[in-house]
């Protein structure tokens, strides 16, 4: 009966991206199926086989060892701040931000980040149908976040149509950064985060062919990335430690706020209805939690944090889930865990498109008209994950 569900949530959400689409005339089909298998070929692979297994154990322990050279330098400046026996969630998931982000800029200074980026992007296009540079971007996005990834494309930002960048901030809010993903690793199952990272990399790219679908010029699709030369090797670096450094405050900072927020809402709600905020927004998305393929008791629990991720941020529903209270199967865990992992909420409407202000304030304007399209692209991109783990878990 899972299976069923499952496969009419599929057809739900790629039926909503068609109804809402801007152009149904200029779909691609033969791309879009395509990339739906591949979802289901690669998810298969990373969750059930023992190469997938093996490889994402992989990744996890060369994670896990960055973690721990991370804490190495957390240790040296905050030892002796952190009771005895406890582990506070801003040293252990948090400060480990500020070495990856130092690792990335080397990566990209030694020109192995952009190379790789670069063809395999160019790989892609062969594969979606979409642009080369969009093709770039969704690649982009889940190494450097949604924010960070348009200044790699400055360049081409002013020539950009309105079309090309609600695509493009459709992949960046449907990813994560990697300067972050070992944070996550932190919270949930090292093999759902990648899994997620696979599988939302490709949905974004089919709900954005879906609801926002084109045709390019060959002149217009040109990709020029952009690299900066002048920088040396330890300014290169002080920046991205900095760089880490702030987005691991800005994570904190929103997580004090909405935390502290979301207990004086479930405190007024309790009050008054005798349940809390979460508890409702559960009812109210627990048919979508059942459309993923979770069963209808388990769907209220999954629907609060489903609706906590897209009303706060992941790393608030993430925590809830870490702390282990849900007692869902592990099924509904695989599901769950992989949907918390994007961009998709809210705030990042304001993030992406004060990031392109800040670039090209024509742009950022475009992109902020087109934000609650983006976030309902984007949420539909987590949907289709979730649907496709379930499907073959």
Known sequence: MSFIIGIIGLLLVLGLSYGISSNRKEIKLWPLLVMLVLQFLLGFLLLRTTFGTTLVGGLANVFAALLEFAQAGVSFVFGGIANKGEAPFFLTVLMPIVFISAIIGILRYIKILPLFMKWVGLGLSKINGLGKLESYNGIASAILGQSEVFISIKKELPFLSEKRLTTMSISAMSTVSMSIVGSYMALLEPRYVIT??????????????????????????????????????????????????????????????????????????????????????????APLAFMTGIPWDEAVSAGSLMATKLVTNEFVAMTELAKGTWHFSGRTTAIVSVFLVSFANFSSIGIISGAMKGLNEEKGNLVAKNGLKILLSATLVSFLSAIVTGLIY
């Open 196 to 285: 997620a990272l696979v599988l939302n990399l490709f949905g974004g790219f089919i709900i954005s062919s879906l609801v926002n679908p084109y045709q390019l010029a060959q002149q217009e699709d040109e990709l020029l990335i952009e690299e900066s030369d002048q920088q040396t090797f330890f300014q290169m670096l002080g920046e991205y430690i900095l760089d880490g450094f702030h987005v691991a405050i800005t994570v904190a900072a929103m997580l004090i706020g909405f935390v502290a927020l979301i207990a004086m809402i479930n405190f007024i709600f309790s009050k008054i209805t005798g349940l809390t905020f979460q508890e409702i927004l559960g009812y109210i998305f």
